[in-house]
């Protein structure tokens, strides 16, 4: 679990898993070779093999009158094509609570897209029946995702993800359908990056002059700080997600802004920095 304080908001980072390779299906040109001289990836990001760590996770975001959770991962008893992904049975839940936070309690859940790994926790199995696992939350979706994914045949890596973790929410009558500049509080607003998916958000806090972006997923890795044209197999418009890339580069580099990624490896966050011919990542 990590935690970081933007003014009065605390953001804490709840695992649900962080792998160690068998991540090339997801950033295919991120082979051992070629992310071996990138020495800064080292040890957080990257084993000395070269090898790309990643973690799904939520984050549950607090300012002083609202409990809100952003993306919510996997999910457990849910029938997914990537076999690591199916059926999972882990502790998120638990491991929730074990951080100080009741899932009934939770009053607004914000979804960046609709990709399988960031909707799971939408819902939850009881009496073989999805149900809501956040019943007293407002979900927020962008209008122009979930217009997109109710009505497109699902691709392989997303089959399921709308009958099982986004439909239920839905007809339970829980979904506020919004537009990517939503201004969610006095201190979160979202955050067009469009290319991963159509109606792709990401997360701006702002609080006391300090300020932090959760990214969702127009960065996957921080290895497309480095190598800003490396795509996603899964982006949906690659010269898009290349140009939201850039446009975060040039906006954030060299400014204080907490960069929190969405699939960042422990420690998960940092400050994005350039020298005049790179871009790192400075953790913190």
Same mark, same amino acid.
């Given at each position: ?61 607090? @300012? ?7 993306? @919510? ?212």
């Amino acid at each position: 679990m990590n935690q970081w304080q933007i003014g009065d908001v605390k953001v804490t980072r709840i695992i649900e898993m962080e792998v160690t390779g068998g991540t090339k299906f997801i950033l295919p040109q991120a082979d051992r070779e070629a992310i071996k001289p990138m020495s800064w990836l080292r040890p957080h990001f990257a084993d000395e093999d070269g090898n790309l760590i990643m973690s799904i996770h939520a984050l549950v975001v607090e @300012t002083p009158t609202r409990t809100m959770i952003v993306d @919510t991962c996997i999910g457990n008893d849910k029938q997914r094509n990537i076999p690591t992904w199916t059926n999972l049975q882990l502790p998120f839940l638990n491991d929730l609570t074990a951080a100080g936070y009741d899932r009934m309690k939770i009053d607004t859940v914000m979804c960046t897209h609709l990709h399988v790994d960031h909707v799971g926790w939408n819902t939850m199995l009881e009496d073989g029946q999805w149900v809501p696992t956040f019943p007293n939350a407002r979900y927020l979706m962008g209008r122009k995702e979930f217009e997109y994914w109710d009505e497109v045949d699902s691709d392989p890596l997303n089959e399921g993800v709308m009958n099982d973790s986004v439909r239920p929410i839905v007809n339970a009558g829980l979904v506020d359908l919004v537009g990517t500049d939503h201004q969610v509080s006095d201190e979160l607003q979202f955050e067009s990056t469009p290319g991963h998916t159509p109606g792709h958000v990401s997360v701006r806090i702002t609080s006391k002059g300090q300020h932090a972006l959760i990214t969702g997923d127009c960065i996957h890795h921080p290895c497309q700080i480095e190598k800003v044209d490396w795509s996603s197999s899964a982006d949906y418009d690659p010269a898009a997600a290349l140009q939201t890339r850039q446009d975060l580069l040039n906006r954030y580099s060299d400014e204080n802004v907490l960069i929190i990624g969405t699939h960042f490896a422990t420690p998960s966050a940092g400050y994005l920095k350039h020298d005049g011919e790179k871009y790192w990542l400075d953790v913190r």
